[in-house]
């Protein structure tokens, strides 16, 4: 029950891996015995913000409303995966003042190589006009400044930009690989001290 | 982490004491041990669903939202706890078929006594036109066929109701009154066993 979460927010471009790793990292972490829980930027939408557009005002709304899921889960020892553009700067800086153990996780690839990836032929969409307020197409990314973590995933491996965020949740002492070892060794500590 | 999660849904009208209630059995279950969270349908409203109406379109989305997010904690081993009008049945019947562990805990009491308490005024305002589509007075509240538990706030003081919900999630062995105590002894066989 001591357990405390954390939130990772991978934040970047429409087809910059942000899905990807969140899914990678939630295998890796699960199988470390940790209770995970991905917030995909898309699934949300259907599930909490059906209706809203892409207009900056609709954009923070929605942002505010994965904050308040990603808490709820979090402070009950849940490890929260977001995988949500979240194109604003003010908006991030917001959900770190608001977000205990918030770790946002800048997942950055060029323009041109998430555009040729394009993986859900949203970019284009976007060039062709068919969809508006399409980030970085015609709607502004502010990129991080002081980023806790950087995937560049057009240089890296998606298994080394995995391996990259676990060691940093190591190093920041968030979390170890073997939590439920742990556990076992504490027992035994308690048995020794009857 | 082996721990299930449970839904207690209050629903009932304005007034009934689904709020006293929820906040009841959230002090009572937190010292027991257990996660818990409460999920006001007011706060929801705020945080999920600004915008949303009281339409019927707009009371499905907004509970649908709820029990997204009820979901999410449930499945990570939280009590979680709504506190909602809920007043439409095959919103309520989704809700038991979308969610394990969904207990329906209908906090009853007759229009005339919730509307002489009137805590937030709601319903002046409703009988003067100020608001509309409130529940009871111009749209419908459609009673529970089969509610797993029932709290006649009119008759039985908060305490018994708390007291009723509790030995009831007992029975059904949703929990123990003693979940630490519990895992203290289960320790305890470990040693015995070495």
Request: proline share 3%; glycine share 8%.
């Amino acid at each position: 029950m001591e357990s405390k979460g954390i939130v990772l927010w991978l934040t970047g471009l429409s087809g910059s891996g942000k899905t990807t790793i969140a899914k990678g990292l939630e295998r890796k972490l699960k199988g470390y015995g940790y209770l995970v829980e991905v917030l995909d930027g898309d699934v949300i939408r259907t599930n909490l913000s059906k209706g809203l557009g892409f207009s900056r005002e609709d954009r923070d709304i929605n942002i505010r409303r994965i904050g308040f899921v990603a808490n709820l889960l979090s402070r009950n020892g849940v490890v929260v995966i977001v995988a949500a553009i979240t194109p604003y700067r003010a908006a991030r800086d917001e959900l770190r003042k608001t977000t205990e153990n918030f770790i946002e996780v800048y997942v950055n690839a060029p323009l041109e190589v998430c555009e040729a990836r394009d993986i859900k032929g949203l970019y284009a969409m976007a060039r062709a006009g068919e969809i508006r307020a399409f980030t970085r197409i015609d709607d502004p990314y502010e990129e991080p400044h002081n980023p806790d973590i950087v995937c560049y995933t057009s240089i890296e491996s998606i298994k080394q930009s995995i391996a990259k965020v676990i060691a940093e949740l190591e190093r920041l002492n968030h979390i170890t690989k073997t939590p439920y070892q742990q556990s076992e060794e504490s027992k035994t500590l308690d048995v020794n001290a009857l």
